[in-house]
């Protein structure tokens, strides 16, 4: 797995990595801060020998799944963090139609959570 991911507003303020310093609106009070943008790739594939062997179907399991996904978390303040993600996953294998192994389709999500903490 390779995974990235940056501050794109705030400040260190001694123990904390990245702060909820938050964007000024003039006349208004702090807002929110964009906080982190994250990338992540990674790549499971399963033992060949599991599908040699009879323990698994190549037609129904896949072999390997590659998953690209990113997403962007919004830190309101020191309580609340919004997040939005989104990944798509590919297959190998693992799906068959009329006895021929084909790759089974990819699979798309889209995420949201809004994290509250006391």
């Given at each position: 797995m390779v995974a990235l991911h940056g501050v794109l507003e705030g400040r260190e303020t001694g123990q904390e990595v990245y702060s909820t310093r938050l964007v000024y609106i003039e006349g208004a009070a702090d807002v929110f801060v964009v906080a982190i943008v994250a990338a992540r790739i990674s790549?499971?594939?399963?033992?060949?020998?599991?599908?040699?062997?009879?323990?698994?179907d190549p037609g129904v399991a896949a072999k390997t799944a590659?998953?690209?996904?990113?997403?962007?978390?919004?830190?309101?303040?020191?309580?609340?963090?919004?997040?939005?993600?989104?990944?798509?996953?590919?297959?190998?294998?693992g799906a068959s139609t009329n006895g021929t192994v084909t790759d089974r389709p990819a699979e798309s999500v889209f995420e949201t959570q809004l994290q509250i903490a006391f």
């Open positions: 790549n499971v594939a399963t033992d060949t020998n599991q599908f040699r062997l009879g323990f698994a590659t998953e690209v996904a990113f997403g962007i978390n919004w830190i309101l303040n020191n309580n609340v963090k919004y997040s939005i993600d989104y990944a798509d996953t590919f297959f190998r294998d």
